[in-house]
């Protein structure tokens, strides 16, 4: 994976991104990136939603009377 450089002069004329492609061009290193920030964003997500939804008392997702399903 190409490094990030935010002084890359595409940056600084703010035509691209600091892997070195323009704004026009797909950049696989920035769209990997949001990806990974996503999947953290959901991450957390998914165990917020579950510690609140103990707090209340509601069966969780996939949970059985025996337990896990």
């Known amino acids: 994976m ?3 450089n935010p002084n890359h002069p595409y940056v600084r004329r703010l035509v691209g ?4 492609r323009l704004w026009k061009e797909p950049c696989r290193e920035c769209e990997i990136a949001g990806l990974m ?7 957390r997500t998914v165990a917020r939603v579950r510690d609140r939804l103990r707090v ?3 069966p969780m997702p996939g949970m ?3 337990g896990r399903g």
């Open 56 to 58: 209340l008392g509601a």
């Open 37 to 43: 920030d996503e999947y953290k964003r959901a991450v």
């Open 64 to 66: 059985t009377s025996k």
């Open 2 to 4: 190409i490094e990030h």
């Open 17 to 20: 991104c600091g892997h070195g």
